[in-house]
Protein backbone atom coordinates (compact mmCIF):
# COMPACT_ATOMS: atom_id res chain seq x y z
CA UNK A 1 0.00 0.00 0.00
CA UNK A 2 1.52 3.08 -0.60
CA UNK A 3 1.04 6.59 0.90
CA UNK A 4 0.23 9.94 0.13
CA UNK A 5 0.79 13.47 2.07
CA UNK A 6 -0.50 16.67 1.29
CA UNK A 7 -1.11 20.22 2.75
CA UNK A 8 -4.03 21.93 1.98
CA UNK A 9 -4.87 25.62 1.53
CA UNK A 10 -8.27 26.34 1.15
CA UNK A 11 -10.53 29.56 0.81
CA UNK A 12 -7.46 32.02 0.93
CA UNK A 13 -8.93 35.39 0.33
CA UNK A 14 -6.17 37.21 -1.52
CA UNK A 15 -5.53 41.08 -1.09
CA UNK A 16 -5.41 41.55 -5.17
CA UNK A 17 -6.91 43.32 -8.26
CA UNK A 18 -7.45 41.59 -11.07
CA UNK A 19 -9.20 42.04 -14.53
CA UNK A 20 -10.13 45.58 -16.39
CA UNK A 21 -13.92 46.06 -16.02
CA UNK A 22 -16.11 48.01 -18.40
CA UNK A 23 -18.10 50.37 -16.81
CA UNK A 24 -21.04 48.68 -15.46
CA UNK A 25 -19.60 45.14 -15.54
CA UNK A 26 -19.93 43.34 -12.21
CA UNK A 27 -16.03 43.61 -10.51
CA UNK A 28 -15.36 40.74 -8.10
CA UNK A 29 -14.69 41.65 -5.07
CA UNK A 30 -13.08 38.47 -4.12
CA UNK A 31 -10.49 36.64 -5.35
CA UNK A 32 -9.95 32.79 -3.50
CA UNK A 33 -6.95 30.34 -3.59
CA UNK A 34 -6.84 26.57 -3.16
CA UNK A 35 -3.77 25.37 -2.97
CA UNK A 36 -2.94 21.45 -2.44
CA UNK A 37 0.82 20.64 -2.05
CA UNK A 38 2.17 16.92 -1.93
CA UNK A 39 5.30 16.13 0.26
CA UNK A 40 6.97 13.33 1.58
CA UNK A 41 4.43 11.34 4.35
CA UNK A 42 8.14 11.71 6.58
CA UNK A 43 6.90 15.43 6.72
CA UNK A 44 3.29 14.75 8.31
CA UNK A 45 4.22 11.24 9.88
CA UNK A 46 6.85 12.64 12.37
CA UNK A 47 8.24 10.78 15.67
CA UNK A 48 8.28 13.89 17.67
CA UNK A 49 6.31 17.81 18.10
CA UNK A 50 8.91 19.69 16.54
CA UNK A 51 8.92 22.29 13.48
CA UNK A 52 12.04 20.83 12.31
CA UNK A 53 9.89 17.74 11.75
CA UNK A 54 7.47 19.09 8.94
CA UNK A 55 7.05 21.61 6.16
CA UNK A 56 6.91 25.15 7.76
CA UNK A 57 4.78 26.37 5.38
CA UNK A 58 3.96 30.22 6.41
CA UNK A 59 6.81 31.33 4.39
CA UNK A 60 5.25 30.18 1.59
CA UNK A 61 1.60 31.64 2.52
CA UNK A 62 3.49 35.17 3.61
CA UNK A 63 4.69 34.92 -0.16
CA UNK A 64 1.26 34.22 -1.63
CA UNK A 65 0.00 37.49 0.11
CA UNK A 66 2.62 39.51 -1.24
CA UNK A 67 2.65 38.66 -4.49
CA UNK A 68 -1.38 38.88 -4.61
CA UNK A 69 -0.29 42.30 -3.43
CA UNK A 70 2.65 43.08 -5.81
CA UNK A 71 0.13 45.13 -8.40
CA UNK A 72 -2.50 44.56 -10.47
CA UNK A 73 -3.10 41.83 -12.54
CA UNK A 74 -4.75 41.57 -15.85
CA UNK A 75 -5.18 37.61 -15.38
CA UNK A 76 -6.00 34.88 -12.97
CA UNK A 77 -3.75 33.15 -14.79
CA UNK A 78 -0.57 35.43 -14.42
CA UNK A 79 -0.99 35.05 -10.66
CA UNK A 80 -1.37 31.70 -10.23
CA UNK A 81 1.89 31.32 -12.42
CA UNK A 82 3.92 33.13 -9.90
CA UNK A 83 2.56 31.26 -7.01
CA UNK A 84 3.11 28.24 -8.05
CA UNK A 85 6.97 29.74 -9.00
CA UNK A 86 6.82 30.68 -5.48
CA UNK A 87 6.07 27.15 -5.18
CA UNK A 88 8.97 25.21 -6.58
CA UNK A 89 11.38 27.27 -4.47
CA UNK A 90 10.51 24.99 -1.87
CA UNK A 91 12.17 21.36 -2.87
CA UNK A 92 9.70 19.43 -0.08
CA UNK A 93 7.14 20.32 -2.59
CA UNK A 94 6.71 17.01 -5.10
CA UNK A 95 3.37 18.19 -6.83
CA UNK A 96 0.98 21.06 -6.71
CA UNK A 97 -2.49 21.68 -7.32
CA UNK A 98 -3.84 25.62 -7.24
CA UNK A 99 -6.77 26.82 -8.44
CA UNK A 100 -7.72 30.40 -8.16
CA UNK A 101 -11.63 32.01 -8.42
CA UNK A 102 -13.24 34.92 -8.49
CA UNK A 103 -16.76 35.75 -7.42
CA UNK A 104 -19.56 37.11 -8.39
CA UNK A 105 -19.15 37.01 -11.82
CA UNK A 106 -22.65 38.57 -12.69
CA UNK A 107 -25.11 40.53 -10.54
CA UNK A 108 -24.09 38.86 -7.20
CA UNK A 109 -23.53 35.46 -8.79
CA UNK A 110 -21.70 32.80 -9.64
CA UNK A 111 -17.36 32.02 -9.55
CA UNK A 112 -15.25 31.81 -12.01
CA UNK A 113 -11.60 30.37 -11.52
CA UNK A 114 -8.41 28.48 -13.48
CA UNK A 115 -7.64 24.84 -12.12
CA UNK A 116 -3.60 23.98 -12.89
CA UNK A 117 -2.25 20.36 -11.59
CA UNK A 118 1.53 20.10 -11.76
CA UNK A 119 3.36 16.63 -10.90
CA UNK A 120 6.45 16.07 -10.22
CA UNK A 121 8.41 15.77 -13.44
CA UNK A 122 6.67 19.46 -14.19
CA UNK A 123 7.91 20.92 -11.03
CA UNK A 124 11.69 19.39 -11.64
CA UNK A 125 11.13 20.98 -14.90
CA UNK A 126 9.77 24.38 -13.39
CA UNK A 127 12.99 24.56 -10.75
CA UNK A 128 15.69 23.95 -13.31
CA UNK A 129 14.06 27.04 -15.47
CA UNK A 130 14.34 29.44 -12.51
CA UNK A 131 17.80 28.35 -11.48
Known amino acids: MSSTACIELKDLRLNTQIGTYAPGATIP ?8 LWISTKLILISEDLMDQ ?12 RLAADGHYETQERLATR ?17 LRKTPLRESSGVLGIKLYLDESSLTSMRARLV
Do not use: G, K, W
Open 29 to 36: DQHLLNLT
Open 54 to 65: VFDYDPLVLEID
Open 83 to 99: IVQACARYPEIESLEIS
